[in-house]
């Protein structure tokens, strides 16, 4: 079955870094645009950032663009989003989906505070 499994997730203090990963299975990873979406507590699921599926032109939403890098391996089918100058207003559970949000994984936290 399909699986997209997140981590790396954790708890940082402002400014600091965090790289996620999303180990995807049971599909053709290297065939899918691949996306990261972010759900903060008590709002909707947010478009974070994108990659097409040979690993290039990558877009941003705004308020992350110039502090987050997505890229992928796609011989080891995993996705990441290097994550640095992290804010509080970044805290939310971050997803890997396909960019047809076909397939989800179960997210992973990521919470920033002091």
């Known amino acids: 079955e399909v699986q997209l499994v997140e981590s790396g997730g954790g708890l940082v203090q402002p400014g600091g870094s965090l790289r996620l990963s999303c180990a995807a299975s049971g599909f053709t990873f290297s065939s899918y645009s691949m996306t990261w979406v972010r759900q903060a507590p008590g709002k909707g699921r947010e478009w974070v950032s994108s990659?097409?599926?040979?690993?290039?032109?990558?877009t941003y939403t705004n308020s992350v663009k110039g502090r987050f890098t997505i890229s992928r391996d796609n011989a080891k089918s995993t996705l990441y989003l290097q994550m640095n100058s992290l804010k509080p207003e970044d805290t939310a559970v971050y997803y890997c989906?396909?960019?047809?949000?076909?397939?989800w994984g179960q997210g992973t936290q990521v919470t920033v505070s002091s």
């Open positions: 989906t396909t960019q047809s949000r076909t397939y």
């Open positions: 990659i097409t599926s040979e690993g290039g032109s990558p």
